[in-house]
T-cell receptor
Framework: DGGITQSPKYLFRKEGQNVTLSCEQN?????MYWYRQDPGQGLRLIYY???????QKGDIAEGYSVSREKKESFPLTVTSAQKNPTAFYLC????????????FGPGTRLTVL | GQNIDQPTEMTATEGAIVQINCTYQ??????LFWYQQHAGEAPTFLSY????GLEEKGRFSSFLSRSKGYSYLLLKELQMKDSASYLC?????????FGAGTQVVVTP
C-alpha cells in the first residue's frame, strides 16, 4: 500500500526537550511538507522540501528544524526554542513541488507538559 | 497579505444540500483545493479548480470565479459521514494557504 505514515500518533514531552516527529512516504513523491494545525486556525506551513538534500522555510519555521537525506523521509524536530509547541502536526507530500495535489499523513498530536 | 475566509460552522439535515463559500485575496493564484478533515485525522483531497467554472465529482461539486476571488463547495444528498471540517486552500506561488475550515454538522 502506498501512503504517508507519521509516528507516533500521540507524543508527550516535557518543556525544554527537543522532540523529533517522523514522516515517511512510499509514493515516490519529490516534495514533502510540514504543517501545524491549531484550533480555529488554518494549517500553517513550517518547512517544505522540493527535492532531496534541499528544504525551505515556510511561514512559521522559528523553533523547528528539518532534514531531507532520503526521498522517502522528512523528519521534523521541535526544539526547545519553539515557544508554543503543543499542536497537531501534519506531514504532506506531492509528486512535484508547486502545483500538484498534496496528500497528508495521519498526523502527530504533540503535547508539551 | 494573504486572506482566505470561510464560515466557521454550518448545520444541515441528512439528505439536504449545503454550500460552503470561500473567498480569498492572495498575492498569486495557481489553483484552489478543497479538503475534507474528520476530527483528529488527516485532510483528504476532494477537488481542485484552476479555471473558472464548476467541477462535479459525484455528490460533491466545486465552483471557482477567479475574477471574484470566490469558490464554493457543494455537498448534495448529505450523509451523516459528511460531518467534518472542510478546508479551502489556495495555491499561491507554489505553496498552499489554508482557510480555518468550515465545520459541517449533519443532523438526522
Amino acid at each position: 500500500d502506498g501512503g504517508i505514515t507519521q509516528s507516533p500518533k500521540y507524543l508527550f514531552r516535557k518543556e525544554g526537550q527537543n522532540v523529533t516527529l517522523s514522516c515517511e512516504q512510499n509514493l515516490n513523491h519529490d516534495a514533502m511538507y510540514w504543517y501545524r494545525q491549531d484550533p480555529g486556525q488554518g494549517l500553517r506551513l513550517i518547512y517544505y522540501s522540493q527535492i532531496v538534500n534541499d528544504f525551505q522555510k515556510g511561514d512559521i519555521a522559528e523553533g523547528y528544524s528539518v532534514s531531507r537525506e532520503k526521498k522517502e523521509s522528512f523528519p521534523l524536530t521541535v526544539t526547545s526554542a519553539q515557544k508554543n509547541p503543543t499542536a497537531f502536526y501534519l506531514c504532506a507530500s506531492s509528486l512535484l513541488a508547486g502545483d500538484d495535489t498534496q496528500y497528508f499523513g495521519p498526523g502527530t498530536r504533540l503535547t508539551v507538559l | 497579505g494573504q486572506n482566505i475566509d470561510q464560515p466557521t460552522e454550518m448545520t444541515a439535515t441528512e439528505g439536504a444540500i449545503v454550500q460552503i463559500n470561500c473567498t480569498y485575496q492572495t498575492s498569486g493564484f495557481n489553483g484552489l483545493f478543497w479538503y475534507q478533515q474528520h476530527a483528529g485525522e488527516a485532510p483528504t483531497f476532494l477537488s481542485y479548480n484552476v479555471l473558472d467554472g464548476l467541477e462535479e465529482k459525484g455528490r460533491f461539486s466545486s465552483f471557482l470565479s477567479r475574477s471574484k476571488g470566490y469558490s464554493y463547495l457543494l455537498l448534495k444528498e448529505l450523509q451523516m459521514k459528511d460531518s467534518a471540517s472542510y478546508l479551502c486552500a489556495v495555491n499561491s506561488w507554489g505553496k498552499l494557504q489554508f482557510g480555518a475550515g468550515t465545520q459541517v454538522v449533519v443532523t438526522p
